[in-house]
């Protein structure tokens, strides 16, 4: 029997998995269920794992350059809307998305799949030149945070880290950077402080009408398996797809199976209103995975990626994953 490590965050549309009510004959899975901080760096630097999470961004980063460990699948177990998560110094002059052209804006790494998204956003949307932008790179709240790849960007582009010990929060809050883009709230905005405010007022608006517009639901993080144990186990790749995909749906049914209770099992007293918000604006299968119902979104991804200089070409989206899923 193989056996498999799976390291991932225990999501809902992951956890049937992880339970073992989803099973690939003659495979043994090990769940090892941590989040993306601690997966990543461990997957990118020693491939520990057999089958991971992984960031999108560097994937791509990857596949372009000829190198990494894993091969991926159209898995995205992690998806976000990130509107909500630029943050500006309210006396910076910022009044709209244009007014960062030009400006000195730190973020945890630059080649995050949260940049990557939202330079993508901000450049096609708002016509902002994201490329002429001082990029100031650090940890949001906790100092120590360093690209996880390394760069390999045109002479011009203005993109280093702040000095050690410094973080993005710091660095806003002294007045030496005008904005963040970052996943995490600075925890000058958590703690309410009035001189560090949202660009977008209200996000949730914001990405509704980007929804609205565009189809695309973003997608963050993938799956990936080792290639050597790929190319020692043929058909291994669908099996992994079909499998997550599988775990995917039960998790659906799950939370729509709770929601026929009368007692709910989460503490949100309006989840079934949120739900019904939800699959009016993203359909009755807002999560999909496969490369047939993400292509126009995946295509504007690998665009980002080469006009960000993070992908050394443009990538054609088979070239992305395994080819076992080209059907997916």
Known sequence: MLTLTVACAPYDRVRPLFDGRVALPGIRLVPVP?????????????????????????????????????????????????HGCIYLRADAGIADAKGLEGRRIGIPEYQMTLGLWLRGILADDHGVDVNGIAWRTAGTNQAGRKERLPLELPPGMDVRPLPDGATLNQALRDGEIDAILSPTEPLAFAQGDPRVVRLFPDPRAAAMAYHRRTGFHPIMHVMGLRRDIAAKHPGLAGQLYAAFDE?????????????????LSLMLPFLAEEWAATKALLGADPWTYGIAANRAE??????????QHLSRRLLRVEEMFHPETAGS
């Open 247 to 263: 775990a995917r749906r039960i998790g659906l049914a799950d939370m729509e199976a709770d929601l026929r209770h009368s007692s």
């Open 34 to 82: 941590i989040h993306s901080e601690q997966s990543f760096p461990r997957a990118f630097t020693r491939a520990e794992f057999d089958v991971t999470e992984l960031s999108l961004s560097s994937q791509l980063i990857q596949v372009s350059r000829g190198q990494g460990e894993y091969v991926a699948i159209p898995a995205f177990v992690s998806r976000a809307f990130r």
């Open 298 to 307: 995946l295509e504007a991804i690998a665009r980002w990626s080469h006009a």
